[in-house]
């Protein structure tokens, strides 16, 4: 208690105060006189002069001295402003050091005095001395609101997409609980410097917002994308916008009116219980946020404290074999419409491809990166139930994915996989060649990136829909806080930059997996730049093995891991080169081929067919014939206009963000829409992760 009076006491005044405060101000003055002078690009000489006279005033009317009649805690707080708007401006790339720094310290320094005087001159109509008595009523307000914002709700949001993460929890656990201790108590203090009126109203309005952020991130959201980092039309959000704020209003409102009432009202503010309810109420959001991210951190299913050993090597991203290639490009949401559309405008653009066959009548099996790769890539038809990671465990040891991988090392092949997955890589160990263990000297962390972009995604579920696109962020810029030496390149422009194949004389063959951004609106651009994009890096690829030699012996398959999300006629493209295939024109089948057919055409495009391969990986695509009549799955990501008839029972997030829907048709993509449009999914997948 003798500590808490110490910081809520002013600064004794003294002879010496204010000499001090002068030599601060003089600081500020100079500082700021050329910050100016080269923010600017002013004169020194007149800035300096115009900075003296308004010095001069200062000191005159005894500014100054306010600041002196400051309890500590609020000198605290003008640092820290003072601090975050130094690392601000010196964090913002402004050129030479130097002057980073100076305009570091002349910002800093011109907020830390304003925010001085600001809290002097307002502390003066609203605290009459110190009330540590105040100070547990204090902490019950604000403690519930920093915990939200500051520790739980990073924490949910790295939990809810740690799959798509590279860091772990160790690498923010410290800062955000420690960042919420220290704030709490801060706040806290100051809280207990204002007048009993006053500290009454302000735990209001701190309970409000913890109401309002709290509803905000639990049901509020639920017009914007459930994907992490998906595009917002903000411009349809409108009304709802609105709406919102006005929930927001009426939310805020309530604790103040009750903090107000509880003022005016003798029986209601008699009783502390009474007159405190509404901070009761804000701690008792506080608690189950507290036990639920204890439920979070014991019941999750990655390492808290250890970064991922097996990563995906680059190192051989560009090199291919002397003997026999196989190379799949899996662009990501390559869908059949916008080629088509690019073949219309531009066919001469498609040129290179004449000795490919493009299968018009292509389909995935999963609309979603993360579930429709490890499918391709086992060859496992088994339907995920629920547990996302209990299947993804099970793909990778599954009869079709073990044989596949032993055929082909038998068979003297490396194989090589490009791309970032976000799945745990210890399993592709001993099956794809480039996943290598990872040591902590090839790991960096940017903890400074962790930080700020968690805060960002953070801030984007609590604050309210007029505020949040200030806050949108991505998945990417995460990523970018954990730094592996010799990383898969997916960006399709640096991919193009740094194609430049070589071959290796290892003697084996090389089959190889490239995962690229393809069309997926987060390689940037438009639809037709992202696909110009993907055609000049197939077409250089392409251009690459035939100056090596290495074309006419190179099967090369060109698909996307699935369409455009939430169409209802979405199919990925399927184009493919045979060793050896040589036309004047490109060719087109109409086969129905199916990406669980993936692995039996790559066995037989490496001669490794057997007899007994049928129940083992299926048929290739050489095998299905021309408008055969082929029952095939698609699991969207949408229900369409049936979803509401559905009973969810145990599906991950409030809008079913981890269901997958599936449809049986037969017959083309236009009777995959039919087939949507007309009735219930035949299946629902009710998974535990979204996707």
């Avoid at 490890?374 to 079709?400: F, H, K, R, V």
């Avoid at 010799?486 to 290892?506: G, H, P, Q, R, W």
């Avoid at 050896?580 to 055409?601: K, R, W, Y």
Wanted: aromatic share 14%.
């Amino acid at each position: 208690m003798a500590l808490l009076k110490f910081f809520l006491r002013p600064i004794p005044e003294k002879k010496y105060t204010a000499p001090i405060a002068g030599a601060v101000l003089m600081l500020l003055f100079s500082a700021a006189s050329v910050y100016m002078t080269v923010f600017f690009e002013l004169p020194l000489i007149p800035v300096a002069a115009a900075l003296a006279v308004l010095c001069a005033v200062f000191f005159r009317i005894k500014l100054h001295c306010l600041t002196v009649r400051l309890p500590l805690i609020w000198h605290i707080i003008s640092l820290l402003v003072f601090a975050y708007m130094a690392y601000g401006f010196y964090s913002f790339p402004m050129g030479e050091t130097a002057y980073t720094l100076v305009s570091a310290a002349a910002c800093g320094t011109v907020c830390f005095s304003l925010t001085e005087i600001a809290a002097a001159a307002v502390m003066g109509f609203l605290s009459d001395g110190a009330h540590p008595e105040s100070f547990a009523a204090a902490l019950g307000a604000v403690f519930p609101l920093l915990f939200t914002v500051f520790a739980y709700v990073p924490s949910e949001t790295y939990f809810s997409n740690s799959k798509d993460l590279l860091f772990v929890f160790a690498d923010f656990a410290p800062y955000i609980f420690i960042r919420t201790a220290v704030f709490t108590l801060i706040a806290a203090a100051a809280m207990c410097t204002l007048k009993a009126e006053v500290f009454r109203i302000v735990t209001g309005v701190t309970v409000g917002l913890t109401l309002c952020v709290y509803c905000q991130y639990i049901f509020m959201n639920g017009s914007l994308p459930s994907a992490l980092g998906e595009p917002v039309d903000w411009e349809k959000l409108g009304a709802g916008r609105a709406v919102n704020t006005a929930v927001w209003c009426l939310l805020l409102a309530l604790p103040v009116v009750y903090a107000a009432l509880t003022l005016r009202s003798k029986a209601l503010g008699g009783n502390a219980a009474v007159r405190y309810a509404h901070v009761l109420a804000g701690l008792f959001i506080g608690g189950v946020q507290v036990i639920s991210l204890v439920v979070m951190i014991f019941t999750s299913g990655r390492s808290l404290s250890a970064h991922e050993r097996y990563m995906f090597d680059n190192s051989e991203q560009f090199v291919v074999s002397d003997k026999k290639n196989i190379v799949t490009f899996i662009l990501d949401a390559a869908d059949r419409h916008y080629f088509d559309d690019m073949y219309e405008k531009e066919p001469e653009r498609f040129g290179f491809l004449k000795d490919f066959t493009y299968y018009d009548n292509a389909c995935m099996m999963y609309d979603a990166t993360y579930i429709s790769i490890p499918q391709m890539l086992s060859g496992t038809e088994e339907l995920p139930e629920y547990d996302l990671g209990e299947w993804l465990n099970s793909s990778w040891s599954s009869d079709p994915c073990e044989a596949f991988y032993s055929r082909l090392h038998e068979a003297g092949y490396r194989v090589n996989v490009y791309g970032d997955f976000a799945y745990n890589c210890n399993p592709f160990a001993g099956k794809f060649d480039n996943c290598l263990y990872q040591t902590e000297d090839t790991i960096r962390v940017n903890y400074d990136n962790v930080y700020k972009n968690l805060n960002a995604l953070a801030a984007y579920r609590y604050m309210p829909m007029i505020l949040k696109e200030s806050f949108v962020s991505e998945v990417e810029d995460l990523d970018r806080a954990i730094v592996y030496e010799n990383t898969s390149i997916m960006d399709n422009k640096a991919y193009l930059e740094s194609l430049d194949l070589k071959v290796s004389d290892s003697g084996s063959g090389y089959f190889i997996v490239e995962h690229l951004l393809g069309t997926h609106w987060q390689a940037g651009g438009t639809v037709p730049e992202r696909v110009s994009d993907c055609l000049d890096v197939l077409k250089r690829y392409t251009d690459q093995l035939k100056e090596l030699g290495l074309y006419d012996s190179s099967t090369i398959i060109v698909t996307g891991d699935h369409g455009e999300h939430f169409g209802k006629d979405s199919v990925p493209i399927w184009y493919i080169k045979p060793a050896g295939a040589h036309n004047d024109e490109m060719q087109v089948s109409h086969a129905p081929i199916h990406h669980t057919d993936f692995l039996a055409t790559c066995i037989a495009a490496a001669g490794l067919k057997k007899d007994t391969d049928g129940s083992l990986f299926g048929r290739s695509v050489f095998d299905i014939g021309e408008d055969e009549q082929r029952e095939r799955l698609v699991f969207q990501r949408f229900g369409f206009d049936y979803a509401g008839e559905i009973e969810f029972k145990r599906c991950f997030g409030p809008d079913h963000q981890g269901a997958a829907y599936g449809y049986y048709f037969t017959g083309t993509r236009e009777d995959l829409a039919a087939r949507e449009a007309a009735g219930p999914p035949d299946i629902v997948l009710e998974l535990s992760e979204g996707y």
